[in-house]
């Protein structure tokens, strides 16, 4: 239940980001050729996405490393 609550919380705020860049921004980003990347919202998205699975990774390994011990 709570990967559901969360994958829609996501999902959510996906649609909720995308929906605010405005049509001119994305027109100088086709321009630009892709010499713009970091200032795709979808990057940004990705990068934190990635970071947070790592913590959480990372957090996960020191708990089970503390109940070993």
């Not at 709570?2 to 321009?31: D, G, T």
Request: net charge positive.
């Amino acid at each position: 239940m709570k990967r559901m609550s969360l994958l829609f919380c996501l999902l959510f705020s996906i649609i909720i980001l995308h929906a605010e860049v405005p049509i001119e921004e994305n027109q100088k980003l086709k321009e630009a050729n892709g010499t713009l990347w970091y200032a795709n919202p979808w990057i940004w998205l990705g990068g934190v996405a990635l970071f947070l699975v790592v913590f959480f990774l990372l957090l996960r390994k020191s708990t089970q490393n503390k109940r070993q011990t």
